[in-house]
């Protein structure tokens, strides 16, 4: 066990360790730990032999695989949009995130064709044009059914994600009257706090 407590020094702090294989000195007086290379093997203890150890690693693979079905029902999601005017701006791409498994997410990206003008200062953040979506982008109908499927039943986050679902809520109920239904969580409020 290694003990770091509050004292009465220069420092504030002092640690005392009971292991065989590291040592506290004083370096030029801040008290640091000093591994010990030449250990006898004799002094290795057997780690997790204690029913404590058996609950710990019982726990920490059910934190795991809790973790793991956590991240298997969410999906991140984002879109573009002509402005922030919901009454006449219009979406110009949506992008979506979901993790598969640990080394595989799948990915959702449908630029929308449109007869909007890209206003210059959208292009500069998004780097989309007008010419960039009719080129490479699908009909607006087209994408928000794909975007369905690809959402399924998970629970959606984003940034200021109020923003996304009012748009995409608007023009579901334009195209087929329907709209999300899933579970949200915008991060937006975590993100502020985390930066008071």
């Known amino acids: 066990a290694t003990l770091i407590y509050t004292t009465n020094n220069e420092l504030g702090y002092d640690f005392k360790t009971t292991r065989k294989d590291k040592q506290v000195v004083q370096f030029d007086g801040i008290p640091v730990m000093m591994h010990l290379k030449n250990q006898s093997s004799t002094n290795k203890r057997k780690l997790g032999f204690s029913t404590a150890a058996h609950y710990h ?33 219009q979406i110009i791409s949506i992008g979506a995130v979901k993790y598969i498994s640990k080394s595989k997410c ?57 923003f996304d679902i009012n748009f995409l809520n608007r023009d579901y109920q334009k195209y087929n009257n329907s709209h999300i239904l899933n579970n949200l969580k915008d991060i937006l409020p975590i993100i502020k706090n985390k930066n008071k």
Do not use: C, M, W
Request: proline letters at 1%; hydrophobic letters at 35%.
């Open 106 to 162: 799948e990915r959702f990206y449908r630029l929308i064709k449109t007869d909007y003008e890209i206003p210059t200062h959208i292009s500069k953040i998004t780097q989309l044009t007008s010419e960039k979506l009719n080129q490479s982008g699908v009909e607006l109908f087209d994408a928000l059914e794909d975007l369905k499927k690809f959402l399924a039943d998970r629970l959606i986050v984003g940034y200021n994600l109020n």
């Open 57 to 89: 690693r019982a726990n920490t693979l059910h934190k795991k695989s809790n973790e793991k079905d956590v991240l298997s029902s969410i999906v991140a999601l984002d879109i573009e949009t002509t402005g922030l005017d919901i009454t006449k701006d």
